[in-house]
């Protein structure tokens, strides 16, 4: 946990608004990021300060949308997930299957709520670094299937 303090800048502000020391009362900047794409309620109510989050930064979303699994959440704000698809080859007039792996950003409103093997869905964004074009902007949690056969521990 100190490493990853020790990374971002000791007194973080959001450029959009500005805090009177005097006051009290903190303002927080978000934003509606369109598409249908509700506003999580960690964006809102946090105090992380992210440049590349979609709603409390200041990256715009381009409107290509993927959904995509997640394969390794071992880095800072990135994770590795891969899209999983059907090619069809004129030759053998088949489909054979392909997967993509690409970078992805994870906003701080979304951390605690990923994990591997969820489904994510994805938007193109800015080059954000040299390998991550697109960001979190939604989550939909891993379904596990329930049991269809009774185990000896059932019994």
């Excluded at 971002?8 to 794409?37: A, D, L, S």
């Excluded at 709520?113 to 954000?128: E, F, T």
Aim: proline fraction near 6%; include cysteine.
């Amino acid at each position: 946990m100190v490493e990853t303090l020790t990374k971002f800048k000791i007194y973080p502000q959001q450029p959009q608004i500005y805090n009177n020391p005097k006051n009290t009362e903190k303002k927080r900047y978000f934003k509606k990021v369109g598409y249908g794409i509700t506003v999580p309620e960690t964006a809102i109510n946090g105090t992380y300060i992210d440049k590349n989050c979609p709603f409390t930064g200041s990256v715009r979303l381009y409107g290509k949308f993927v959904k995509a699994e997640v394969l390794k959440m071992k880095q800072i704000r990135t994770i590795i997930c891969i899209k999983k698809y059907f090619f069809y080859v004129k030759k053998y007039k088949r489909y054979e299957r392909r997967q993509k792996k690409f970078a992805v950003h994870l906003p701080p409103c979304f951390e605690g709520l990923v994990n591997v093997g969820d489904i994510v869905n994805c938007a193109l964004v800015r080059p954000l670094s040299k390998t991550k074009r697109f960001v979190v902007v939604g989550v939909e949690n891993k379904i596990v299937p329930e049991k269809k056969y009774k185990t000896l521990e059932d019994l």
